[in-house]
Nanobody
Framework: QVQLVESGGGLVHPGGSLRLSCTAS????????VGWYRQAPGKQRELVAV???????LRGDSVSGRFTISTDKAKHAVYLQIDALEPEDTAVYYC?????????????????WGQGTQVTVSS
């Protein structure tokens, strides 16, 4: 099973940017779709973005173009760049591996999760 470790969260002023990182152990990482979810206080966990092994990217329905996902397979890493941060982006952000993308239907979360990294947007 893939082990995932997130980093890069913190306290940011509105309008700022962050790049979250997730590093993975396990050989299947380069073959799997990987992605980011987030969970705000009192809300359900929601999909932020996915990148497939072929490089196709998808964003969650409630997420805007301010979020960009990318990978560095050589480093077994996936990144989430978040620009123009808003207070509504405050959440714990989780890395996920082994997602299944179903064309026309949606995304199923994989079994491997990181511990999460807290992003707080506040003035």
């Amino acid at each position: 099973q893939v082990q995932l470790v997130e980093s890069g969260g913190g306290l940011v002023h509105p309008g700022g940017s962050l790049r979250l990182s997730c590093t993975a152990s396990g050989s299947s990482f380069t073959r799997d779709a990987v992605g980011w979810y987030r969970q705000a206080p009192g809300k359900q966990r929601e999909l932020v973005a996915v990148i497939t092994s072929s490089g196709t990217t998808l964003r969650g329905d409630s997420v805007s173009g301010r979020f960009t996902i990318s990978t560095d397979k050589a480093k077994h890493a996936v990144y989430l760049q978040i620009d123009a941060l808003e207070p509504e982006d405050t959440a714990v952000y989780y890395c996920n591996s082994g997602l299944i993308v179903v064309p026309g239907a949606g995304v199923l979360a994989g079994r491997s999760w990181g511990q999460g990294t807290q992003v707080t947007v506040s003035s």
